[in-house]
């Protein structure tokens, strides 16, 4: 399994990797067009997949590829390491400011951030919520192609596709369990993605400016990436009575992750 990128323009690798973002999630909501539906127990199994694909991305495609460029272009281990450690940690904190002040909506938890004065329909409140939790996505595809590296972006490439197409085909499954039409489903499934390409143009621009940026944009990316995981993904996935189900998507979504990315860098 491996993508073609050597020869490829800046312009052809910006563009594949925003398309691999907008496509993955338009696919992953395809099938809610015709399933009738999906238990409970599915759902979180497919979550926890997507929360251990993001968190093997997160380590295998975005930090240690950080902490390797940084040590690489700086000589001094301890340096390097502190310097990404702040990006992570900057990543999370951005990730949190927007989790607190953006008015949301999430399918479990509820309405939060935003004073309660702001009204937006409900609709609107779960497309920001969930392009919250895609946007770090988008970075890190960006960043990865922006680096013109074929080892480093294929990796990312692939992950976030992988995790991607069940998240698009929860995300629409979910709206449609809250009385929305499956149109609407998979309208709210693709505009997510359209952010995520749009997420990727922008993590694509700041790493081609100069290259220097590219170990600290991966390291911001992967600290947005860990929030979400950490915040949204594995709780959302163990609200209800399937942990353990959730917990063993995890742990494929890992491992067939970090075997993909040790395969292909």
């Known amino acids: 399994?491996?993508?073609?990128?050597?020869?490829?323009?800046?312009?052809?690798l910006a563009l594949v990797g925003s398309a691999v973002t907008l496509f993955s999630t338009s696919l992953g909501a395809?099938?809610?067009?015709?399933?009738?539906?999906?238990?409970?127990?599915?759902?979180?199994?497919?979550?926890?997949?997507?929360?251990?694909?993001?968190?093997?991305?997160?380590?295998?495609?975005?930090?240690?590829?950080?902490?390797?460029?940084a040590s690489a272009r700086h000589g001094n281990k301890m340096f390097s390491g502190a310097v990404v450690a702040g990006f992570v940690l900057l990543g999370a904190g951005f990730l949190h400011m927007c989790d607190r002040y953006v008015p949301h909506e999430h399918f479990i938890k509820g309405r939060e951030g935003g004073p309660p004065s702001v009204?937006?329909?409900?609709?609107?409140?779960?497309?920001?919520?969930?392009?919250?939790?895609?946007?770090?996505?988008?970075?890190?595809?960006?960043?990865?192609?922006?680096?013109?590296?074929?080892?480093?972006?294929?990796?990312?490439?692939?992950?976030?596709?992988?995790?991607?197409?069940?998240?698009?085909?929860?995300?629409?499954?979910?709206?449609?369990?809250?009385?929305?039409?499956?149109g609407q489903g998979m309208f709210v499934a693709f505009l997510t993605g359209v952010v995520e390409a749009v997420a990727a143009l922008?993590?694509?621009?700041?790493?081609?400016?100069?290259?220097?940026?590219?170990?600290?944009?991966?390291?911001?990316?992967?600290?947005a990436m860990l929030y979400v995981i950490s915040n949204e993904m594995i709780p959302e996935s163990h609200?209800?009575?399937?942990?353990?189900?959730?917990?063993?998507?995890?742990?494929?979504?890992?491992?067939?992750m970090m075997f993909l990315d040790t395969s292909l860098g």
């Open 30 to 69: 395809l099938p809610t067009l015709f399933a009738k539906r999906v238990s409970e127990r599915t759902q979180d199994m497919l979550m926890g997949f997507s929360a251990g694909v993001m968190l093997a991305a997160t380590c295998f495609s975005l930090l240690n590829p950080a902490l390797q460029m």
């Open 119 to 182: 009204q937006l329909k409900r609709i609107w409140l779960f497309v920001f919520a969930i392009t919250l939790h895609n946007f770090p996505e988008g970075l890190a595809v960006g960043a990865g192609v922006g680096s013109l590296d074929p080892a480093v972006a294929t990796p990312i490439l692939i992950g976030i596709a992988l995790q991607d197409i069940p998240e698009g085909f929860v995300v629409a499954l979910a709206l449609t369990g809250v009385n929305y039409t499956r």
């Open 239 to 256: 609200r209800k009575e399937f942990a353990r189900e959730a917990t063993a998507g995890l742990m494929v979504g890992f491992v067939l």
């Open 1 to 12: 399994m491996s993508l073609q990128l050597d020869g490829l323009s800046a312009i052809e």
């Open 202 to 223: 922008v993590g694509f621009a700041a790493t081609l400016q100069t290259q220097t940026v590219l170990p600290w944009m991966l390291a911001l990316a992967g600290g």
